[in-house]
């Protein structure tokens, strides 16, 4: 290697005996390399860069947002033509962070990120974006600005991945991701045990180590895999959306017969329509499901139980079942069916009371579905969709929000469309601990791939500008063929290892869900 002197060095040096003609030739090459290596060293110069009135175009689009102060670093694209890019992040606090890039891609250095959210916490972090041209000239874009808010996100993210596919799938696994960093591993891939369906994970109050996982499967039993107190059980039985109650040993489960239809109604071609639906509940120190009253009529659907925060009321979606003649089965038929939000009391002596109407699908026009209470009990949000239950399939599935304070003191549930929607599908959302988060999957990218989203929930209710789950390389997504769904944050990593979810899910325990008289179980092969 050839070590860079300065041109002042080699200017003041003492003159020598005449050189030969090799010599002379060796030295000039000498000058070239020390010239050229002196000058990749020094710094980029773009203090007379010439100031343009646009913001830069970048990818993905991390400006004007609120972001976690734990957050892993907004890496991204700068989609702009340029020989040479240039990025510094920079608050009102410590020192800023430079990043230069010959092809534009943007990885911020993760010490120095983190140091910049720290130190600009509550504050605005800035980002200057540079572009060289092609005629050496530099350029100067509208500054960005992102908002580093106080609050952080629970550090830990559950999802599901699997491929978009209609009615069968090769590989599947629920995963968890370190949101300070981009370190994912898995928590049950299906490989372990013969390719089943792994699926709605619920964990109770945001707890990594309280949660139960639906497991369906034609090699091994049908099970509910419940994971409490470090201690991981199978019981076998087949349940649909499960719901911890917060504080008692009690668990509310959705039983129905889902069925893949496949028609041209809408864009989507894709839909589930649930033949039967019941909600049940069993005592954790039971294996027996008794019936909620007045929730398991058969003329009736209904699904998707949701506590609230201090469990006095369970939410829920109910509709009329459309399904006069079960051999006519179309989707056409299935365009009736509009679930109502609706709730029912659970008093301090475990005594059902009397359901009541939060929205009517009369009134509102439309479906309601995957409903979810913040943990303050401020807020309600949930799925609004054209007919149906299952929002991933609908292309017009928006997210809307329900102030519950104000329901208190007024009587009236006052719902409004959320701020962080997009023309295509949102669904499938999940609470931060601290309520000022909340993540949901969204397809705004690709009618094909939900992608994790989050967004920052003000106190008074507005949701601030959304942004994609941050990956390490900026273009992940791009060329990434798996979905994302069922999305649930934690207050840290799980710490049951797959190893003992395998063991439980191959070899279940002796417990079997006893049912109510009438009630039947889907069989392996039916479900979304």
């Known amino acids: 290697m050839v070590r860079a002197i300065s041109t002042t060095t080699i200017s003041t040096l003492e003159p020598g005996p005449p050189l030969s003609t090799r010599g002379a030739l060796a030295l000039a090459f000498l000058l070239v390399l020390t010239l050229a290596a002196s000058l990749q060293a020094s710094p980029v110069s773009v203090q007379n860069a010439a100031s343009l009135t646009r913001p830069p175009r970048i990818s993905p ?125 898995p928590l ?16 109770r109050n945001n707890n990594p180590n309280t949660f139960t996982v639906d497991i369906r499967s034609q090699t091994y039993e049908n099970s509910l895999v419940v994971v409490s107190n470090g201690v991981v059980e199978a019981i076998k039985g087949t349940v649909g959306f499960v719901a911890w109650h917060p504080t008692k040993p009690l668990l509310v489960g959705a039983f129905n017969k889902p069925r893949l239809m496949l028609h041209t109604v809408r864009r989507e071609m894709l839909d589930i329509a649930e033949m039967e639906s019941w909600i049940g509940y069993m005592w954790m120190n039971s294996n027996v499901v008794f019936r909620i009253p007045g929730l398991s009529a058969p003329d ?81 949000f949930f799925c609004a969709i054209g007919y149906g239950c299952w929002p991933v399939y609908d292309a017009g599935s928006d997210l809307y929000g329900i102030d519950l304070q104000a329901a208190g003191a007024s009587g009236k549930f006052a719902h409004r469309k959320l701020e962080l929607n997009s023309s295509e599908c949102e669904s499938m959302l999940t609470w931060s601990s601290n309520s000022r988060w909340v993540v949901f999957s969204s397809k705004r990218a690709s009618p094909l791939f939900n992608r994790p989203h989050i967004s920052y929930v003000s106190p008074d209710g507005e949701c601030k500008k959304p942004f994609v789950l941050p990956q390490q390389d900026p273009s992940f997504y791009e060329s990434y063929l798996k979905t994302y769904t069922f999305p649930q944050l934690a207050t840290g990593p799980v710490t049951i290892s797959e190893r003992e979810l395998v063991e439980a899910v191959t070899h279940p325990g002796p417990r079997s869900l006893v049912m109510p008289a009438g009630a039947t179980l889907p069989k392996p092969e039916e479900h979304p």
């Not at 550090?155 to 994912?184: A, C």
């Open 188 to 203: 049950l891939e299906n490989q372990r045990f013969g390719n089943g369906c792994c699926h709605c994970h619920t964990l």
């Open 300 to 380: 009736r659907l209904i699904g998707f139980p949701t506590w609230a925060p201090d469990g006095r009321y369970l939410y829920y979606c109910e509709s009329p079942s459309p399904w006069t003649d079960m051999a006519k089965t179309t989707a056409l038929s299935h365009k009736n069916a509009r679930y109502d939000l609706m709730r029912i009391p659970l008093d301090d002596h475990d005594q059902w009371g009397k359901p009541e109407i939060i929205v009517a699908a009369k009134d509102s026009g439309f479906s309601a579905a995957q409903p979810r209470v913040s943990p303050d009990g401020r807020w309600l």
């Open 61 to 185: 689009d991390y400006q004007g947002l609120v972001i976690p102060p734990n957050i892993a670093p907004l890496n991204f694209l700068i989609q702009e033509t340029g020989t040479e890019f240039q990025v510094t992040i920079h608050g009102a606090q410590g020192l800023p962070v430079e990043v230069r890039s010959s092809g534009g891609k943007v990885v911020i250095p993760d010490t120095a990120w983190r140091k910049a959210l720290e130190t600009n916490k509550g504050a605005d972090l800035l980002t200057d974006v540079y572009v060289r041209g092609d005629d050496h000239q530099w350029s100067h874009f509208t500054t960005l600005t992102n908002h580093v808010a106080r609050e952080d996100i629970d550090p830990v993210l559950l999802y599901r991945k699997l491929h978009p596919v209609h009615n069968t799938w090769g590989s599947m696994g629920i995963y968890q991701r370190d949101l300070r960093t981009f370190e994912e591993r």
